[in-house]
């Protein structure tokens, strides 16, 4: 009998935000795998679960590079899938790791539809975790939404009109994978008098944790990769 694959969110960075059901199937499975690109987020992902895992359980690593270039990505998903379906031949249980939520931006989405394509009949299951966008909103006791307001959360920006687009439809946004163009958007809210209405969290929960309130400072301060900025419009309350 074939194996399956489990799709695990491990939350953030506190390794209090691990699920009871992620925790229950990280320690069920024969084979634990832990997506790496150079950002090194493989490590962070293995630092949260490495105190739960078994011995005997296997750690296997798979490449999955941020790339522009469609073609390799395809080729690094292709790649890492055949390594996990290895496994899932064996007869042996895969947890793919993620931080956060594995539906929501993450390189899980792509392993899951590549394990499929080449091999229609294996079972999957994916576990919800806590993204960075709660723990962060959590961590400011800030509200992310209330009552009929939209949320807008956005991975990347084409350029700064574009970010007028959409702060003039939501009261509130959430910039992930801020670090890219944090000067340019810290610009954009000094002119248009909204600096006071954003605030950068940076590694939530992990080691090296950093809270930035007033974000003008980032003009002249280099950004880590695991930060988002949280814009509410109302006000910081
Ligand atoms: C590829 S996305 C992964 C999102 C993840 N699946 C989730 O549910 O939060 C990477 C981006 O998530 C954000 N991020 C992830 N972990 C974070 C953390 N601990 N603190 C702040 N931002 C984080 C950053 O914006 C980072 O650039």
């Excluded at 399956?4 to 691990?18: A, R, S, T, V």
């Excluded at 987020?41 to 293995?46: D, G, H, I, R, T």
């Excluded at 610009?187 to 090296?208: F, I, N, P, W």
């Amino acid at each position: 009998m074939k194996g399956k694959l489990y799709g695990l969110g491990i939350g953030p960075g506190d390794p209090e935000l691990l699920t009871l059901k992620a925790y229950r199937l990280l320690r069920l499975v024969a084979v634990v795998c832990v997506p790496k690109s150079k950002q090194e987020n493989a490590s962070v992902a293995l630092d949260i679960v490495r105190p739960h895992l078994l011995e005997g359980q296997k750690v296997i690593e798979v490449v999955m590079p941020m790339h522009r270039d469609r073609q390799l990505l395809q080729d690094h998903w292709q790649q890492a899938a055949r390594q996990v379906l290895v496994h899932l031949h064996q007869g042996q249980d895969v947890a793919f790791l993620t931080l956060g939520d594995p539906l929501f931006f993450s390189t899980y989405a792509y392993l899951l539809r590549a394990v499929v394509e080449l091999d229609p009949g294996v079972q999957a299951e994916t576990v919800p975790g806590i993204t960075s966008v709660n723990a962060a909103a959590a961590r400011l006791n800030l509200p992310l939404a209330e009552g009929t307001e939209g949320l807008a959360v956005l991975p990347h920006l084409e350029d700064m009109a574009e970010l007028d687009t959409v702060l003039k439809t939501f009261p509130n946004v959430v910039l992930m994978k801020a670090a890219r163009y944090s000067e340019e958007i810290v610009k954009y809210l000094e002119d248009h008098g909204l600096a006071e209405c954003a605030t950068l969290v940076s590694r939530c929960g992990q080691k090296g944790e950093q809270v930035v309130r007033d974000v003008r400072i980032l003009k002249d301060t280099p950004v880590d990769y695991f930060s988002l900025m949280l814009i509410r419009q109302g006000g910081k309350s």
